[in-house]
């Protein structure tokens, strides 16, 4: 019976090391790698620039995590962005996060016609490159 619980104990504390182990690594993924989402960025490059504050057919992305929504000097946003930005919406990571899954479903009268970025790794990639560009 001792043995029993021995083992079982044993197991437990694998499982929580399995655990703790798999969520430590879901978070380095989380935070995403920069040299990768530069090359994400090239889905994003024709309309946005990331590295200075030139407004193409979107707003520069420049020193936009943390940055509130809709404010790039010179741009003239849709009014589906200016409603969002009235909110008091931020670019934080977890709302850059959600909007570059699926763009139209967050903001829905903007004007970019960008479909999203599926792969999560991307998008956490992407994010990296973006807080790499303050």
Same mark, same amino acid.
């Given at each position: 019976? @001792?043995?029993?619980?021995?083992?079982?104990?044993?197991?437990?504390?694998?499982? $929580?090391?399995?655990? /703790?182990? +798999?969520?430590?690594?879901?978070?380095?993924?989380?935070?995403?790698?920069?040299?990768?989402?530069?090359?994400?960025?090239? !889905?994003?490059?024709?309309?946005?620039?990331?590295? =200075? !504050?030139?407004? @193409?057919? +979107?707003?520069? &992305?420049? +020193?936009?995590?943390?940055? @509130? /929504?809709? $404010?790039? =000097?010179?741009?003239?946003?849709? =009014?589906?962005?200016?409603?969002?930005?009235?909110?008091?919406?931020?670019? %934080?990571?977890?709302?850059?996060?959600?909007?570059? #899954?699926?763009? !139209?479903? $967050? /903001?829905?009268?903007?004007?970019? +016609?960008?479909?999203?970025?599926?792969? #999560?790794?991307?998008?956490? %990639?992407? $994010?990296?490159? &973006?807080?790499?560009?303050?």
């Amino acid at each position: 019976m @001792k043995n029993l619980i021995s083992n079982v104990k044993l197991l437990g504390f694998a499982a $929580i090391l399995g655990l /703790v182990t +798999g969520l430590m690594s879901g978070a380095a993924r989380a935070d995403g790698d920069s040299v990768k989402g530069e090359l994400v960025f090239k !889905k994003c490059a024709a309309c946005h620039s990331a590295t =200075d !504050k030139t407004n @193409k057919v +979107g707003p520069y &992305l420049f +020193g936009v995590v943390g940055r @509130k /929504v809709a $404010i790039a =000097d010179g741009y003239s946003y849709s =009014d589906g962005m200016k409603e969002y930005a009235a909110t008091g919406a931020v670019w %934080d990571e977890a709302a850059l996060n959600t909007y570059l #899954e699926a763009p !139209k479903t $967050i /903001v829905p009268k903007t004007k970019m +016609g960008f479909a999203g970025i599926k792969e #999560e790794a991307q998008r956490a %990639d992407l $994010i990296a490159y &973006l807080k790499s560009k303050m």
